[in-house]
């Protein structure tokens, strides 16, 4: 059979198959999930389309992209991002490959714009008790849930630590040694003293392993009873069940990490240094957490209203009635116009324009002058 006339279906597996050399078990899921929303719209709608010679942008993409929104339940901007990427990697793949594929299929302009969503850390009162609440535990799971809190760690990393992942590197500095994860790639986390004791309470409560077996440094860290590593769902619910002991709502592991990044940029911690720490490829990540919490947003806004009505604020004249009951006339007037060209002058130094100031101060020059002669009335 030729190239021209080759089954739609089958050499878009194939094309998966050779990903999945390269690629995760969960990201070639994704593809197959992708593909397969595809090709049964692609079925459905233009049965007719057998090879990869036939597709064409419109109607068969244009078509397929109207239904990643028009569905019952439309996909979200995220997931339609990610089958956009999908397909258009697979189809380039294959006119690499030599296949018919007519170009370009999949235009920049069909992408949505990416949600921005800001961190969810928890406030620091929850933190508080969530805190207390895990220590109170003293489990295993309450012990990976406060490492995760301490160093800011992920999920997937943590279940992924070995028994020999903390490490001294000289003087007083430890690390955490985070494998590699998501991203592929690997890192040292600072460990302060807090956190160096949760890690060798986690040693304490994990299965015990003996120090001359076969691999005892690299056997994971988090190890049930029945030698089972501990999963992403016994961690997830812990820590529900711990939120709700607590009295707090339901707080996921993911939260625990953007808190300490929250927390971390509170106490002046620089980007780079939290973008490395957090494991993240490009500053933009590291970004968002600059997004302060709505907190924080009204107690800077009440203290710069504060500072605003100080420095604006108009000097309060002394009472007319405190002058006149030491003085009148002529005199009254003199001591009320020095009253005034003090506040003027207190007034000038607290503003910052230029522009008014040199008008204030001309007419301080003109009250000097009209006290002067006053004075000089009241002598006659």
């Not at 990610?82 to 006119?95: E, H, I, K, T, V």
């Not at 040694?177 to 890690?199: C, Q, S, T, Y």
């Not at 490009?282 to 970004?287: A, E």
């Not at 001591?335 to 003090?342: E, M, Q, R, T």
Request: charged fraction near 25%.
């Amino acid at each position: 059979m030729s190239t021209m006339h080759c089954d739609l279906d089958r050499i878009i597996r194939e094309q998966i198959k050779i990903l999945a050399v390269t690629l995760r078990p969960s990201s070639i899921y994704s593809y197959r999930s992708i593909t397969n929303r595809f090709l049964c719209h692609l079925h459905l709608n233009f049965p007719e389309v057998q090879s990869v010679d036939q597709l064409q942008r419109n109607p068969h993409i244009l078509s397929w992209l109207r239904s990643l929104v028009e569905a019952n339940r439309p996909l979200s901007n995220a997931t339609r991002i990610q089958s956009l990427l999908g397909m258009r990697r697979l189809f380039n793949d294959l006119a690499d490959t030599g296949y018919p594929v007519r170009q370009p299929l999949i235009l920049a302009k069909d992408f949505p714009p990416c949600d921005q969503y800001l961190p969810k850390a928890i406030s620091p009162e929850v933190d508080e008790i969530l805190n207390r609440q895990l220590r109170m535990n003293d489990d295993l799971l309450s012990n990976a849930l406060l490492l995760i809190r301490a160093t800011g760690i992920r999920i997937g990393e943590c279940v992924s630590l070995k028994r020999d992942s903390l490490r001294y590197l000289g003087a007083d500095h430890w690390v955490l040694h985070v494998p590699l994860g998501k991203l592929h790639n690997e890192r040292l986390v600072p460990m302060d003293e807090d956190a160096r004791n949760i890690f060798k309470r986690i040693l304490c409560l994990s299965v015990p392993v003996p120090d001359d077996a076969p691999n005892a440094a690299s056997t994971p860290l988090l190890l049930l009873p029945n030698g089972n590593k501990v999963s992403h769902h016994r961690l997830r619910r812990a820590l529900k069940n711990a939120s709700k002991r607590a009295g707090c709502a339901p707080v996921r592991p993911h939260q625990l990490r953007h808190t300490f990044a929250t927390a971390m940029i509170r106490g002046g911690i620089s980007l780079t240094a939290l973008k490395e720490i957090l494991g993240h490829r490009d500053i933009r990540m590291t970004m968002v957490y600059v997004q302060v919490t709505q907190n924080d947003l009204q107690r800077e806004y009440r203290q710069a209203r504060q500072n605003i009505a100080s420095v604006h604020a108009i000097p309060q004249l002394p009472a007319m009635k405190d002058v006149e009951a030491s003085n009148s006339g002529i005199a009254a007037i003199c001591c009320a116009l020095d009253a005034v060209k003090h506040q003027l002058e207190m007034y000038r130094r607290q503003i910052s324009h230029q522009s008014a100031e040199r008008k204030l101060h001309s007419l301080a020059r003109r009250l000097a002058k009209l006290r002067t002669a006053l004075s000089a009335f009241q002598g006659t």
